[in-house]
């Protein structure tokens, strides 16, 4: 199903908020970047936020369906606020992985209750190399949890969609950075020059 209308409306968004910087950013992966698209800083603007959680929530809904999510974790930290949203707008339980094990308590990585056999969607902001969301399914897996699917926004195109197929996990995005970035650019929100520099990142591997 075509999702035209919302990827116009994330690009404005991004575009609006700021959210889209040129310069040399270090990636989780350890790369570095000519660009970096911080979706972070969405839920510092309410009706940004709103939007872009109701664009989790139609994704979810008509790509994979709510019938076939039992759980939804959100992966830290950027993944978090826009999983809990999404949770609770469709009814379903909610839990997050801690970037570290407690030293305490119950001394586990996955806050909330996760029961085993329990079909879980894993939630996060954008996907580039894919290793943070290859490492939060492992996490759930080892509590009993049944990781075959992710959602995010963006996808980067840079080996990320690969990495988790590998993992048996399928991804499902709004958009690629490449379609962001023409998008931006028919905007009038970046420059020939910075279109080009993401379209050429875009197919790194």
């Not at 959210?19 to 698209?37: D, N, Q």
């Not at 962001?180 to 875009?202: F, S």
């Amino acid at each position: 199903m075509s999702f035209e209308k919302e990827k116009a409306e994330l690009s404005r968004i991004l575009h609006k908020i700021g959210a889209i910087k040129f310069g040399a950013f270090k990636l989780a992966s350890g790369r570095v970047s000519p660009y970096y698209i911080d979706l972070r800083i969405v839920p510092s603007f309410p009706e940004a936020f709103q939007r872009v959680c109701n664009v989790y929530t139609k994704l979810l809904e008509q790509d994979l369906g709510v019938e076939n999510v039992d759980c939804i974790a959100g992966i830290p930290t950027a993944g978090m606020a826009f999983a809990s949203v999404v949770a609770y707008s469709v009814k379903k339980p909610f839990v997050y992985i801690r970037p570290k094990m407690k030293s305490h308590g119950r001394e586990r990585r996955i806050e909330g209750v996760l029961m085993p056999g329990k079909r879980v969607l894993l939630i996060d902001d954008l996907v580039t190399s894919g290793l943070s969301l290859g490492k939060a399914a492992k996490v759930i897996r080892a509590e009993g949890g049944v990781v075959s699917d992710a959602l995010v926004m963006l996808l980067r195109e840079e080996g990320g969609k690969e990495r988790l197929m590998r993992d048996h996990i399928k991804l499902h995005y709004l958009l690629t950075a490449r379609e962001a970035a023409t998008k931006l650019h028919e905007l009038g929100a970046i420059e020939e020059d910075q279109l080009k520099t993401i379209l050429k990142q875009a197919k790194r591997k």
